[in-house]
């Protein structure tokens, strides 16, 4: 039996995409780059912050509008983002059966500290994003790092996200993959990552 979860956060727990929205549209205009809509955004997302920007300014420079991104979401992560419904009672529902559970997100590191701590304690305790030393998805680095704390072995681990970094991530650490299709990612293109087990709901999380 898998005993230890382990979960991306932006469009697996977390529906982040407004604020990170806004913050990437900030961040445009102050370098005089047109706003992407949100669906833009959306498929931008999930290699970091610093890969994010070079696909939200296109063929400009983007080290300018980094910087902006990065104090301005500092300040306004909290502002509408939220777990996606079902999520807080799923993981509840796993603590009590006695599962071993951590965050691994490519989300800045004091973001993912913020946000889970706020949204996921105390069911969730353990949490990794970038900038604590460890590289990034699809690099299994933080994915081995939370096996490490949690004491777990490969056999015990399950990955749950909803993109393509999440599923080469879980690939490159040797353990078993969960996509989830309320995310950033449509099916077909989890499919498409080498996708094979999936949950197109939140109510199926506690199943886990």
């Known amino acids: 039996m898998k005993n230890t979860i382990l979960f991306d956060l932006d469009g697996t727990l977390l529906d982040t995409l407004t ?10 205009k102050k370098v ?13 997302l999930g290699d970091g ?8 300014c296109g063929d400009k420079p983007s080290e300018e509008a980094l910087k902006y991104f ?23 529902a796993l603590a009590a059966k006695g599962r071993k559970m951590a965050v691994v997100s490519n989300k800045g590191h004091e973001a993912v500290q913020v946000l889970c701590g706020r949204f996921f304690a105390p069911h969730v305790t353990l949490y990794y994003g970038v900038g604590n030393g460890l590289r990034k998805k699809p690099e299994p680095d933080m994915l081995l ?20 970094p999440d599923i080469a991530m879980a690939r490159a650490a040797g353990i078993d993959i969960v996509s989830v299709t309320w995310g ?8 498409a990552a080498g996708g094979r087990v999936f949950l ?9």
Not at 49 to 56: D, N, Q, T
Not at 145 to 164: F, H, I, P, Q, T
Not at 184 to 191: K, S
Not at 200 to 208: E, M, P, V
């Open 184 to 191: 950033f990612r449509t099916r077909p293109q989890l499919e």
């Open 70 to 92: 990065t104090e301005y979401y500092a300040e306004h992560l909290e502002d509408n983002t939220k777990p996606y419904a079902g999520v807080i009672d799923a993981l509840a």
């Open 49 to 56: 912050y610093v890969v994010l920007m070079e696909r939200a």
């Open 19 to 28: 604020d990170l929205t806004a913050s990437v549209n900030f961040a445009l």
């Open 32 to 44: 005089g780059l047109p706003a992407r809509t949100p669906d833009e955004v959306r498929s931008f």
């Open 145 to 164: 790092a939370a096996m490490r704390a949690l004491g777990s072995e490969k056999d015990d681990c399950v990955m749950v996200g909803d993109g393509e």
């Open 200 to 208: 197109d709901s939140t109510d199926q999380l506690a199943g886990l």
